[in-house]
């Protein structure tokens, strides 16, 4: 393995090589684990590392974040910790344990264990091997399952028969990877996996972890060809009974999918879309308000991504309608549309296919959506206002008039200023 570690960017390969030397001075063996040892033989760039501790974990965890000077959380249930360092990248480090199930779907009870333990305990075969970073020993490559050859042979094998029975969320990580890499299912994995959703076992899973999966499925870079994978295996019943992915549900994906791809060709330098917030919208956008208001108590979303998901259901046919009138002001597309997030936008241009609906995003986007004044506050104190609440009432009338093309240097805007103070006076 000391072939492909040597592959990695170099500021990878010195963080792993610190992990050693730290483990070599505080006597604790380290390996790395899962995710990233599956990436690294397919090729496939992972630039979080996963690290199991053959000692106290979040001891080690606290010593290499100091050492590089880098944020840390501990999660100390689970006896592990996340080191953050900058550029979005992470170190997930774990003490090797032992878990048992108290009950099938529930969180699993630790304690601590050695190498074997630790991946005896996770969900496929192809995320149960490690590398050691080890003096000793560094890049041995330790494979107790045979998730080598499931690799190369492109299939997703759990490790034990009660895998699904256990922890149902592996129901969905198992169609997630399948998908995200085009494998396919070891027959009796598909065989338990279908077990367990006939004795609907996804339903006895706390709602936040199913949330927090699905929300996995729907960033992956096909969330399309996830989730008809999800209708052909198991149903939508783990979010609502309501739920299909009908022929109209799947054309609106679609289309999502087409807009969100115009969007970040367009605008590469906005504001990142919450993209799957976007597909999750449209996907239960068959459900009337009532059940969706279910399904975030339920998911327990955080407040500003419900706020987006019933903006858009709430939308009304007056709204829709006045967009797409023949003849309207640009300020009055601005008014319209200003206070909604990128999101619902994206999900109204996708949903109502009318040239003059399209034609108003996309100017509000181009044009309007980040069009800024000249004058500034500071101005409007030399012309002798007073600051106070009609500052804003000024500078939104203003805004108007720019948009609607009737202002359109720092002189005008000034002139403008002064005939409405005049009629204020």
């Known amino acids: ?10 500021d990878l390969q010195d963080l792993i090589s610190l992990a050693g030397d730290l483990a070599y001075s505080n006597n604790m063996p380290v390996y790395l684990v899962g995710g990233f040892v599956r990436d690294l033989i397919l090729g496939v760039k992972n630039l979080d590392l996963d690290i199991v501790v053959e000692g106290d974990g979040i001891k080690f965890a606290e010593v290499l974040s100091q050492k590089l000077n880098a944020g840390l959380i501990r999660h100390r249930r689970f006896r592990t910790a996340t080191v953050i360092l900058k550029r979005h990248l992470k170190v997930d480090i774990a003490t090797a344990r032992r878990e048992y199930y108290p009950q099938p779907a529930h969180l699993p009870e630790v304690t601590s264990g050695v190498l074997k333990d630790d991946l005896m305990r996770r969900d496929f075969t192809i995320n149960a091997m490690a590398i050691s970073i080890n003096r000793q020993d560094f890049g041995r490559f330790i494979d107790c399952f045979g998730g080598e050859e499931d690799l190369a042979d492109k299939k997703i094998r759990v490790l034990h028969n009660l895998s699904f029975i256990d922890d149902p969320t592996r129901i969905l990580r198992a169609i997630r990877f399948k998908q995200r ?99 999750f919208i449209g996907l239960i956008d068959q459900l009337n308000i009532n059940n969706i208001k279910l399904i975030c108590k339920k998911f327990v979303f955080r407040r500003g991504e419900e706020k987006r998901i019933l903006a858009y259901k709430k939308l009304k046919p007056k709204f829709i309608k006045e967009l797409n009138r023949d003849k309207i002001k640009p300020s009055k597309v601005f008014s319209l549309l200003e206070s909604l997030s990128y999101e619902v936008i994206i999900l109204i241009k996708a949903k109502f296919k009318n040239a003059n609906l399209k034609k108003r995003i996309e100017d509000f986007f181009e044009v309007y959506n980040g069009m800024r004044l000249y004058i500034s506050g500071a101005d409007l104190h030399k012309l002798g206002l007073t600051p106070g609440p009609y500052y804003q009432k000024i500078f939104h009338r203003v805004l108007n008039a720019k948009l609607d093309g009737l202002v359109k240097t720092k002189k005008g805007e000034l002139e403008l200023i002064k005939k409405i103070t005049t009629r204020l006076k």
């Open 1 to 10: 393995m000391k072939e492909y570690l040597k592959r990695l960017p170099k």
């Open 181 to 279: 890499y085009n494998f396919k299912f070891e027959p009796k994995t598909l065989k338990l996996l279908r077990q367990a959703n006939r004795l609907k076992m996804l339903e006895m899973v706390q709602p936040q972890r199913l949330r927090d999966e699905l929300i996995l499925i729907l960033k992956e870079e096909r969330p399309l060809k996830q989730l008809i994978r999800i209708k052909e295996l198991i149903g939508f019943d783990f979010i609502n009974s309501g739920l299909s992915l009908s022929k109209n549900t799947l054309a609106f994906l679609k289309s999502i999918e087409s807009q969100i791809s115009w969007f970040k060709r367009k605008y590469p330098k906005r504001r990142q879309l919450d993209i799957w917030l976007i597909y």
